[in-house]
């Protein structure tokens, strides 16, 4: 069973920039899973965003965020990180970090999901 939480969600002027954590409760599980980031906003379905390998050697990212969003981990911390600059209003959606065997761009490749933190972009 792995634990996750996440943190560093808010509101930010469009173009400004966000981190979001994911923690793991997990280590030995933490370090051997992909980790991959989605979001959901209100009336749409859960869409991928990013995702990491478990040694941080594949990444892979949805083209409405590439070149402004930043996956990496820290596997000594347990935690998987989602850098955001260059937010944009329609990034506004709650954002929730998934773990799974293989970094998978579909929510069906997950196992352990967490609450999610809510980001706001206003224009």
């Known amino acids: 069973q792995v634990h996750l939480v996440e943190s560093g969600g808010g509101l930010v002027q469009a173009g400004g920039s966000l981190r979001l954590s994911c923690a793991a409760s997990a280590g030995r599980t933490f370090g051997n899973s992909a980790m991959g980031w989605f979001r959901q906003a209100p009336g749409k379905e859960r869409e991928f965003v990013a995702v990491?390998?478990?040694?941080?050697?594949?990444?892979r990212y949805a083209d409405s965020v590439k070149g402004r969003f930043t996956i990496s981990r820290d596997n000594a911390k347990n935690t998987v990180y989602l850098q955001m600059n260059s937010l944009k209003p329609e990034d506004t959606a709650v954002y929730y970090c998934?773990?799974?065997?293989?970094?998978?761009?579909?929510?069906?490749?997950?196992?352990?999901w967490g609450q999610g933190t809510q980001v706001t972009v206003s224009s």
């Open positions: 990491i390998s478990w040694n941080g050697g594949i990444t």
């Open positions: 998934a773990a799974g065997a293989a970094p998978s761009t579909t929510p069906a490749g997950y196992t352990y």
